[in-house]
T-cell receptor, first 111, second 113 residues
């Protein structure tokens, strides 16, 4: 199984509040993991990717950060949310046999 | 860098009509190509893929052929159903770029009964 668990499914947070979105994956060990964001009516933007524990690469400068404390855990965080952080956040993993697998996503609304 | 361009939507069709969504790409290496589908309120699901030139990916009546000479991967379905209403994303994965997925902007398809 290459299942990805993401939570929460929806989240409404005030501007300036912190954020923590968690993603855990099943299947083969040492997967490459990714955080994507989909802003309303727009395409998918790669935010972060990780090739191993503690290894994070950022694709775009922004108000967010990511961490990978365990092999199958990938966390997206912010210390102070902005209105522009609203969007649909997707965690993904790659796999040689199954292509790419995505989680069901978290819809974040910053108010 | 790598990029994917796909036709903008929305595309509105009647049931049983023919669907085609154009997708072209630029890549530094030899990418794998994908089509993903996103149903309302859900995450992305892999629809089909092709890993080398002239490969044809197919699934659920959808097809796409990897055309290296035209750098294209157009998605087609001969007879759409209302349940095919979704957003479709073309994407590439390039080993030269660390296997990261690069997406097109997505095409919203609405099929009316």
């Amino acid at each position: 199984s290459q299942t990805i668990h993401q939570w929460p499914a929806t989240l409404v947070q005030p501007v300036g509040s912190p954020l923590s979105l968690e993603c855990t994956v099943e299947g083969t060990s040492n997967p490459n993991l990714y955080w994507y964001r989909q802003a309303a009516g727009r395409g998918l933007q790669l935010l972060f990717y990780s090739v191993g524990i503690g290894q994070i690469s950022s694709e775009v400068p922004q108000n967010l950060s990511a961490s990978r404390p365990q092999d199958r855990q990938f966390i997206l965080s912010s210390k102070k949310l902005l209105l522009s952080d609203s969007g649909f956040y997707l965690c993904a993993r790659d796999s040689r046999n199954y292509g790419y697998t995505f989680g069901s996503g978290t819809r974040l609304t910053v108010v | 860098g790598d990029s994917v361009t796909q036709m903008e939507g929305p595309v509105t069709l009647s049931e049983e009509a023919f669907l085609t969504i154009n997708c072209t790409y630029t890549a530094t290496g030899y990418p794998s190509l994908f089509w993903y589908v996103q149903y309302p309120g859900e995450g992305l699901q892999l629809l089909l893929k092709a890993t080398k030139a002239d490969d044809k990916g197919s699934n659920k009546g959808f097809e796409a052929t990897y055309r290296k000479e035209t750098t294209s991967f157009h998605l087609e379905k001969g007879s759409v159903q209302v349940s095919d209403s979704a957003v479709y994303f073309c994407a590439l994965s390039d080993r030269a770029a660390g296997n990261k997925l690069t997406f097109g902007g997505g095409t919203r398809v609405l099929v009316k009964p």
